[in-house]
C-alpha cells in the first residue's frame, strides 16, 4: 500500500508516525508499570493499534494523481491531490490515475486506401484522463482501449482516404483522427489532445513510379 510520503513503495512520515505512536506507547506501558494502573496498559495497546493502521490510513496522492476510493466495493470518493485518510479493512484504493498527458504509439500495416494502394503508417496520439471516476469504473484496462481504438480509427481513416490526399495532407488526416479517436474515448473520460501521423510507407514499386513521374514534371 502507498504511503503518506513517497507514494508506492516507500514509508517516510508514516514509518515516523508509528514511531512517535509506538513511543508513547512503551511510555503508556512503563506508566502502568510504576503505577499498577490498567488503564495505561489499555492506553498502551490502543497506541500500538493505531501505529500499526497508521500507514494504512494516511496516504498521500501526488499533485498528478487521483486516488479511487470503494467502502465495501462501492464507490466512496475520488480523493487527491495531497494527504486523505482511508478506513483500514473498510475502504481500499482501487486504483491510482495519472492525469497528466500521455502518449500511445500505433499503427496501420498494409492497410488500404481508397484507391487500393497499400501503405504503412505510424502514428501517435496525446491524451489524457478528464474523469477519474469514468476511468476508472467504466472500463477494465483504458490504455489497451486507446491503442486499440486508435489503430481501429486510422484503418478506418486509410480506407476512406486517397493516397494522395494521405500524402498530401497530414494536417487534416491528424484532425480526423483525433475527432474519431475523442469521440469514442470521451465515454471512458479519457479525452484525445492530439494525433501525429508521423510516416507513411509506400510500396518500393510506387515509391519508384511517384519518383519517375516527379522527375518527367521537372524536365516538363
Known amino acids: 500500500m502507498r504511503n503518506i510520503v513517497t507514494g508506492r513503495g516507500g514509508n517516510g512520515l508514516a514509518i515516523l508516525l508509528s514511531l512517535g505512536l509506538l513511543v508513547l506507547a512503551a511510555l503508556a506501558a512503563w506508566a502502568g508499570h510504576e503505577h499498577g494502573s490498567t488503564g495505561f496498559y489499555a ?10 493502521l497508521a500507514p494504512q490510513s494516511l496516504l498521500m ?15 466512496e470518493a475520488i480523493r487527491g491531490p495531497g494527504l486523505f485518510v482511508i478506513v483500514p479493512f473498510v475502504d481500499q ?3 491510482w490515475l495519472d492525469q497528466r498527458i500521455q502518449t500511445t504509439e500505433f499503427n496501420a500495416e498494409q492497410a488500404l486506401s481508397k484507391d ?9 496520439v ?3 484522463i478528464l474523469d477519474p471516476e469514468r476511468a476508472a469504473l467504466e472500463i477494465t484496462d483504458y490504455r489497451s482501449a486507446i491503442s486499440r481504438v486508435a489503430q481501429t480509427s486510422l484503418r478506418e481513416m486509410i480506407g476512406s482516404s486517397l493516397l494522395s490526399t494521405l500524402l498530401s495532407d497530414r494536417k487534416h488526416g491528424d484532425e480526423l483522427l483525433r475527432e474519431e479517436i475523442g469521440r ?4 471512458w ?5 492530439s494525433v501525429e501521423i508521423r510516416d507513411i510507407g ?19
Open 202 to 220: 509506400v510500396p518500393d514499386a510506387l515509391q519508384d513510379a511517384m519518383s519517375r513521374e516527379a522527375q518527367a514534371q521537372r524536365e516538363a
Open 126 to 128: 496525446f491524451w489524457q
Open 61 to 75: 496522492a501526488n499533485q498528478w494523481e487521483r486516488a479511487v476510493v470503494l467502502r465495501l466495493g462501492k464507490l
Open 189 to 193: 473520460g479519457v479525452t484525445a489532445i
Open 43 to 52: 492506553l498502551a495497546v490502543l497506541l500500538v493499534i493505531a501505529a500499526v
Open 93 to 95: 484504493v482501487a486504483s
Open 116 to 124: 487500393t494502394v497499400p501503405v504503412d503508417v505510424d502514428s501517435v
Open 184 to 187: 469514442k474515448t470521451a465515454e
